[in-house]
């Protein structure tokens, strides 16, 4: 895997979690699973961060980003840190990598290892439950790395996954966590909201303030989330969930 890190600066960071929010940017499935994106735009539009440093990987999708003024550059996700009583570093960025996917959630780890992070939580959408109806509030799921991570879920009513597949780079960053001498988190809601995901990111926010106290303003995401209501009941849609096959994506 080709990967290059460039690096702002080394902040003295306190006590800090690694908060990994990327979702994918194929247009075939962006409207379905893009709630971590959803999440960091608003964390990164509401909150002040720092970028600390860039990652540039192969596990990217082979896209350059052209810019409004015809400029162009890499695919490529950010490292940005936010002090508090315990420092938060969110990773964010174009898309969560498609290929490579092992060695990517290694180099993300082993950054994070240097900044001294020993939690990570990964945010994504539950892949292999029934689509929910629309007008559903997204339900929380999760897992962790270890038994002791798993009752820091339950205690903030967290439902546990238990005895299912869970695929791609927001899973395997949980599971590859304890090898890197963290314990590993990952926060799912059910799909099945319409893009934009207003109640997902909501949602995911209540158990971030939970767990880390972050505690943000969330008016004009419940705005939202009322208009769309009103536009979903304006289409005579059934309110019951279709049946899903498996694994997909």
Same mark, same amino acid.
């Given at each position: 895997?080709?990967?290059?890190?460039?690096?702002?600066?080394?902040?003295?960071?306190?006590?800090?979690?690694?908060?990994?929010?990327?979702?994918?940017?194929?247009?075939?499935?962006?409207?379905?699973?893009?709630?971590?994106?959803?999440?960091?735009?608003?964390?990164?539009?509401?909150?002040?961060?720092?970028?600390?440093a860039t990652i540039y990987s192969s596990a990217f999708p082979p896209v350059a980003v052209i810019s409004d003024d015809g400029t162009v550059r890499l695919?490529?996700?950010?490292?940005?840190?936010?002090?508090?009583?315990?420092?938060?570093?969110?990773?964010? /960025?174009?898309? *969560? =990598? #498609?290929?490579?996917?092992?060695?990517?959630?290694?180099? %993300? $780890?082993?950054?994070?290892?240097?900044?001294?992070?020993?939690?990570?939580?990964?945010?994504?959408?539950?892949?292999?439950?029934?689509?929910?109806?629309?007008?559903?509030?997204?339900?929380?799921?999760?897992?962790?790395?270890?038994?002791?991570?798993?009752?820091?879920?339950?205690?903030?009513?967290?439902?546990?996954?238990?005895?299912?597949?869970?695929?791609?780079?927001?899973?395997?960053?949980?599971?590859?966590?304890?090898?890197?001498?963290?314990?590993?988190?990952?926060?799912?809601?059910?799909? /099945?909201?319409? *893009? =934009? #995901?207003?109640?997902?990111?909501?949602?995911?926010?209540? %158990? $971030?303030?939970?767990?880390?106290?972050?505690?943000?303003?969330?008016?004009?995401?419940?705005?939202?989330?009322?208009?769309?209501?009103?536009?979903?009941?304006?289409?005579?849609?059934?309110?019951?969930?279709?049946?899903?096959?498996?694994?997909?994506?």
């Open positions: 895997m080709w990967e290059r890190i460039e690096v702002d600066g080394k902040p003295a960071l306190k006590d800090p979690v690694l908060i990994v929010s990327l979702s994918t940017n194929l247009s075939q499935y962006r409207a379905m699973y893009s709630q971590a994106k959803e999440l960091t735009n608003f964390m990164l539009q509401e909150m002040e961060f720092t970028r600390i695919s490529s996700a950010e490292f940005y840190s936010h002090p508090g009583s315990r420092d938060l570093v969110l990773l964010a /960025g174009d898309s *969560s =990598p #498609h290929d490579e996917q092992y060695e990517f959630a290694e180099a %993300v $780890l082993r950054y994070a290892r240097e900044l001294g992070v020993n939690e990570v939580v990964s945010i994504g959408a539950r892949w292999t439950e029934q689509v929910a109806p629309p007008s559903a509030v997204p339900k929380v799921t999760g897992f962790a790395s270890d038994e002791a991570g798993v009752a820091v879920l339950k205690s903030h009513g967290i439902e546990i996954v238990k005895d299912e597949p869970a695929p791609f780079f927001a899973s395997l960053v949980v599971g590859f966590a304890e090898k890197f001498g963290m314990r590993g988190y990952k926060i799912s809601v059910d799909h /099945g909201e319409p *893009s =934009p #995901h207003p109640l997902s990111v909501i949602q995911l926010l209540g %158990v $971030l303030e939970k767990m880390f106290g972050i505690k943000l303003q969330t008016e004009g995401l419940e705005a939202k989330a009322q208009e769309m209501a009103k536009e979903i009941q304006s289409i005579d849609t059934p309110d019951t969930p279709r049946e899903r096959a498996g694994v997909y994506g």
